[in-house]
C-alpha cells in the first residue's frame, strides 16, 4: 500500500495536484493541515480516499485535529504537530504516538521534511507545498506491519 503524505500547502492546491501527479498511483491521500480546503479539492477530484487533520491556519472547525487510521497492519496518527509543539522538539508528538500506540507519526507545521525512527515508531514530516518553498512530499509504503517513508521533492 502507497500513501501520499503532504502538508502545509496553505491554499497552494496546484502543488497538492502536482504532488499527486509525480507520486503515481496511490491507495490513500493525507493531508496534515494548513490547508484543509486544498485537501478538500483532491477529495473532489481525484478517486483515492483522502485523510486531513486541521492545523493551526485551518478554520473549518468540524475538521479533527487528529485522526487515527489502520491501514495494513500499522495505526498511523495524524496531526498537525502544533498542539504537540514540535517546532521546540518532538517529545510531546512521541509520547502522544506512545499514548495511542501508532507505529506510524505523521505530522507537519514545521515546513521541514523528515523521517526519523525512535521509541518503535516512524515520524514522517512530509515538508511543506506552500508557495515560495521548494516543496516536498512524502510516501509512505506499508507491508504488513511494516512501514517505510521516503521524502520526495516537488
Given at each position: 500500500?502507497?500513501?501520499?503524505?503532504?502538508?502545509?500547502?496553505?491554499?497552494?492546491?496546484?502543488?497538492?495536484?502536482?504532488?499527486?501527479?509525480?507520486?503515481?498511483?496511490?491507495?490513500?491521500?493525507?493531508?496534515?493541515?494548513?490547508g484543509c480546503e486544498d485537501a478538500?479539492?483532491?477529495?473532489?477530484?481525484?478517486?483515492?480516499?483522502?485523510?486531513?487533520?486541521?492545523?493551526?491556519?485551518?478554520?473549518?472547525?468540524?475538521?479533527?485535529?487528529?485522526?487515527?487510521?489502520?491501514?495494513?497492519?500499522?495505526?498511523?496518527?495524524?496531526?498537525?504537530?502544533?498542539?504537540?509543539?514540535?517546532?521546540?522538539?518532538?517529545?510531546?508528538?512521541?509520547?502522544?504516538?506512545?499514548?495511542?500506540?501508532?507505529?506510524?507519526?505523521?505530522?507537519?507545521?514545521?515546513?521541514?521534511?523528515?523521517?526519523?525512527?525512535?521509541?518503535?515508531?516512524?515520524?514522517?514530516?512530509?515538508?511543506?507545498?506552500?508557495?515560495?518553498?521548494?516543496?516536498?512530499?512524502?510516501?509512505?509504503?506499508?507491508?504488513?506491519?511494516?512501514?517505510?517513508?521516503?521524502?520526495?521533492?516537488?
Amino acid at each position: 500500500m502507497r500513501v501520499l503524505v503532504i502538508s502545509d500547502s496553505h491554499g497552494n492546491y496546484a502543488h497538492a495536484f502536482r504532488a499527486h501527479e509525480l507520486a503515481g498511483p496511490v491507495d490513500h491521500i493525507v493531508h496534515l493541515g494548513d490547508g484543509c480546503e486544498d485537501a478538500r479539492m483532491l477529495e473532489e477530484v481525484l478517486a483515492v480516499p483522502v485523510h486531513r487533520v486541521a492545523g493551526n491556519c485551518d478554520l473549518d472547525r468540524r475538521v479533527p485535529a487528529e485522526l487515527t487510521l489502520e491501514l495494513g497492519e500499522c495505526r498511523f496518527l495524524l496531526t498537525h504537530g502544533y498542539r504537540q509543539h514540535v517546532k521546540s522538539g518532538l517529545s510531546l508528538l512521541i509520547n502522544r504516538g506512545m499514548q495511542l500506540g501508532a507505529s506510524v507519526v505523521l505530522y507537519g507545521h514545521t515546513h521541514c521534511a523528515a523521517v526519523e525512527a525512535t521509541d518503535g515508531m516512524l515520524l514522517v514530516n512530509p515538508g511543506a507545498l506552500k508557495e515560495g518553498l521548494p516543496g516536498s512530499y512524502a510516501i509512505v509504503t506499508v507491508e504488513g506491519a511494516t512501514a517505510k517513508a521516503e521524502i520526495f521533492p516537488l
